[in-house]
């Protein structure tokens, strides 16, 4: 239990390595529950499913449409979620401005913004912020 609430507390901050893990296990989870919905439902295109890696707004009209499984929209939406709030974390380690990390939602452009947060240097301190 102690682990699982040390995950869940917001310090603030997360470092690049513990930044890398979360994504890392974000992406596994999300890539999880697509391919068992995909294999329990014939009817998805995997195209669309794999373009929404890149882009999560393509899910829109064939959910509405009831081509899409809610479960895929679901763990899309999880997955973008859990990436913007380790994203703000990281940015504030880095000393970059929170608002960056909104970039990661970015169609086409959030996996480098992904690569660059996640091997960014952790903000310099100075004696300022000792004050």
């Known amino acids: 239990m102690?682990?699982?609430?040390?995950?869940?507390?917001?310090?603030?901050?997360?470092?690049?390595?513990?930044?890398q893990r979360?994504?890392?296990?974000?992406?596994?989870?999300?890539?999880?529950?697509?391919?068992?919905v995909m294999a329990?439902?014939?009817?998805?295109?995997?195209?669309?499913i794999?373009?929404?890696?890149?882009d999560p707004f393509l899910l829109i009209s064939p959910?509405?449409?009831?081509?899409?499984?809610?479960?895929?929209?679901?763990?899309t939406f999880v997955f973008y979620t859990g990436l913007v709030w380790n994203s703000v974390h990281r940015t504030r380690h880095a000393g970059w401005p929170t608002w960056t990390a909104s970039l990661v939602m970015v169609p086409y452009a959030g996996g480098l913004m992904t690569?660059?947060?996640a091997?960014?240097?952790?903000?310099k301190h100075t004696v300022w912020d000792l004050i």
């Open 63 to 75: 959910w509405v449409a009831g081509t899409m499984s809610t479960f895929i929209c679901l763990s």
């Open 115 to 117: 690569l660059i947060l």
């Open 40 to 48: 329990w439902d014939q009817r998805l295109e995997a195209h669309t």
């Open 119 to 123: 091997f960014l240097p952790p903000r």
């Open 22 to 36: 979360n994504v890392a296990l974000l992406a596994f989870a999300k890539a999880l529950v697509d391919l068992l």
């Open 50 to 54: 794999l373009g929404a890696w890149l």
């Open 2 to 19: 102690n682990t699982f609430t040390r995950i869940l507390r917001c310090n603030a901050s997360t470092d690049g390595l513990t930044y």
